[in-house]
């Protein structure tokens, strides 16, 4: 029953099952990034609320998940307009404070906002904007800790941030990794997720587009460095590597069988054994964590 959804960047969002079988297409505009949070309350209800940028508007398209069909239902209060010319990157953030549910989105001018999400009392939710960060330079990958209050920011030609994620942490931010002198990373810096192992403890895990690999950090602490990893060709099943990775995810959740320790999703840019157009790439968590003998969460 578990779901996939995925942009089309020139077209909508699709969702899928673990087989990659399409469930829904919703052709509703160039979809750049998606994101979703659980237990929001709307109309009485805690429901996953779905939040992406679309840029043929320059709008925050806001969904509800209808579990039982496997279907978005689309919920925006109208037009929740960014005041961006082109909305690029986006993550949701539920706060461990105060329990409410935030959007971020960014220009390709450096720029990010952060929107408050809302019951409009009708069945469908607003947007109100309450913050802005600039960077100096173009952002698109972003995660939020939502246990640890931490929004990691990923500015493609310079490194991976750390900032406060609640409205009032203003924009103080820490270096998480450089990309001047690394040896590990690659311009551009893209998608990045977080596993979590519980109690606060779990992984990092960032697209190193320049190099077709991807870096995993501790979450906890200084967010040590722990090793990358790249995804290569299974021959056998013919179905070739991921390369040139834009946005990616992954999840602790146990989604049976080999995904029983969590799934790593990646957009793969360019196929070429055999040739075809970009698609997803799942690879369950438990092949990443033997590779860089990491943890696998079992509860």
């Known amino acids: 029953r578990s779901i ?55 709008t925050l398209a806001l969904y509800r998940l209808d579990p039982g069909a496997r279907r978005l239902v689309n919920v925006a209060d109208g037009q929740e307009a960014t005041g961006f010319v082109d909305p690029y990157g986006l993550c949701m953030y539920r706060s461990p404070r105060s329990g409410r549910t935030y959007v971020f989105a960014n220009d390709t001018e450096g720029l990010m906002k952060q929107w408050e999400l809302v019951d409009a009392g009708n069945g469908r939710v607003r947007a109100h904007q309450v913050r802005e960060i600039r960077f100096s330079g173009q952002t698109e990958g972003c995660v939020a800790d939502d246990a640890a209050g931490v929004l990691y920011v990923t500015e493609e030609a310079v490194g991976l941030w750390r900032l406060g994620a609640d409205p009032d942490a203003g924009d103080a931010r820490s270096s998480v990794a450089a990309l ?53 060709a299974d021959a056998a099943r013919g179905i070739d590597g991921i390369s040139e990775t834009d946005g990616l995810d992954v999840s602790s959740a146990s989604l049976g069988g080999t995904m029983s320790g969590g799934v790593f999703v990646a957009q793969d840019g360019r196929n070429i054994s055999p040739p075809e157009h970009q698609n997803f790439k799942l690879v369950p968590w438990s092949a990443i964590a033997a590779a860089l003998n990491l943890e696998t969460r079992r509860d």
């Not at 995925?6 to 750049?32: E, H, I, W």
């Not at 237990?39 to 996953?48: D, Y």
């Not at 690394?182 to 190099?211: C, F, H, K, P, W």
């Open 180 to 232: 001047e002198g690394s040896e590990t990373i690659v311009a551009d810096l893209e998608g990045i997720g977080l596993y979590d192992l519980g109690g606060g403890r779990g992984y990092l895990v960032m697209s190193s587009q320049g190099n077709n690999t991807y870096a995993v950090y501790r979450r906890e602490g200084d967010n040590e460095y722990l090793g990358s990893f790249a995804v290569v």
């Open 4 to 58: 996939i959804i995925g942009t089309q960047k020139q077209s909508g969002l699709y969702v899928y099952d673990l087989s990659g079988r399409v469930l829904q297409f919703l052709p509703d505009g160039r979809m750049n990034n998606v994101d979703l949070r659980d237990e929001f309350r709307l109309a009485g209800q805690n429901v996953t609320i779905v939040a992406a940028t679309n840029r043929s508007d320059d």
